[in-house]
């Protein structure tokens, strides 16, 4: 079968003959290929089909007029426009399966032993940018259960590690700043303190209890374990209700590379201002939580990022009683390999799950 023909069982969609889902499906093609648009004489020869050119640039004036092609100046190429790209992915685009190598090379990136949840979440976004040449997006689980324990390890510099693992045995690591002069008893003291109080108890239980103690009598603590105890506990407060609930996006600068022209480079700084908002971790949750696999926003249909041009594939994790512990994805350009993308991405949120579970 030559590239851009449909399968001789595949669907066509509504409205679509196959001369014009083919012709469609060779636009889509190069565009995600190159960027650049495909001319009706460049068609004719690559399609292998009986047509002419003027045959050819009829159908592609058609498929125009239909709003699923448009020119981007004054030659006679075409690129597809978003409404296109999403006929395309929802009913010409064939998936293949992920091949061997890749799962292992997923399972190997994402197992490595004595690695904190929050580096293997880490590791999640920069694997799919790699894999991708995108940018990875990895929403961290909200952790629901409680704390198991809280240690504080001295890193000099007037600088410690706040370690916390949940009951479920998730760990992680946050650094915060220390008063100047405090002594290594003080980190001790507050770990104490701090364990002492959780016994299961969920963070923001543990906040509440911290705070209403320390309101009553500040001299239950001295100043300085005080002062540890209030940063170790404000280093987690992202204002959720648990664990977690950040958003690690790795591969930024991949979003960059086709960048010309100030208002595309504007809209990318658009788009950066978003992803650190805590409104979009929150909603890129909201997007897959119904969705049973992966789902593919095109453009502005995911309401995150404005006018931006950008594509979103995302993907819940769920662990083994079908919860939702995280969710993982890509953003690029629209025109980024949905092909590829889409297994690698249902991969990689299975196994995430499969492990957070």
Known sequence: MKRGLLPVKAALPPGLNARSAAILREVVEEYVAS??????????????????????????????????????????????TEKGLRLFVDGLLQFGALSEEDQRVIGQSLEAKGRSLQDTLTEASSLLAGMSDAAGLVVAPKGDGGIKHIEFVALGSNRALVILVGADGHVENRVI??????????????????????????????????????????????????????????????GGD????????????????????????????????????????????????????????????????????????????????????????????TRINYGRIVPVVDYTARLLGEMLG
Do not use: K
């Open 35 to 80: 960027g650049e648009p495909v001319g009706s004489r460049t068609l004719s020869d690559r399609l292998g089909l009986p047509l002419s050119p003027a045959t050819i640039r009829n159908i592609m004036a058609s498929l125009t007029e239909a709003g699923l092609l448009f020119s981007p100046h004054t030659s006679a190429g075409r690129l597809p």
């Open 177 to 238: 700043e220390t008063p100047p002069g405090m002594p290594p008893s003080a980190l001790v003291e507050a770990a104490n303190y701090l364990n002492a109080r959780a016994m299961g108890a969920s963070l923001p239980d543990l906040r509440t209890r911290v705070s209403s103690e320390m309101t009553e009598d500040r001299s239950i603590l001295n100043g300085l374990t005080a002062e540890v105890v209030e940063s170790g506990l404000a280093i987690w407060d992202g």
């Open 242 to 333: 648990g664990l977690g609930g950040t958003l690690i996006v790795r591969g930024q600068s991949r979003l960059l590379a086709d960048v010309d022209g100030q208002d595309r480079l504007l809209a990318i700084q658009t788009l950066f201002d978003r992803l650190e908002a805590q409104e979009t971790m929150l909603r890129l949750l909201e997007l897959v939580e119904n969705s049973e696999g992966v789902r593919i926003f095109i453009g502005a249909e995911s309401g995150l990022f404005g006018a931006t041009g950008m594509s979103v594939v995302m993907a819940p994790a769920r662990n083994e009683a079908n919860r939702i512990v995280g969710a993982i994805g890509v953003i690029g350009p």
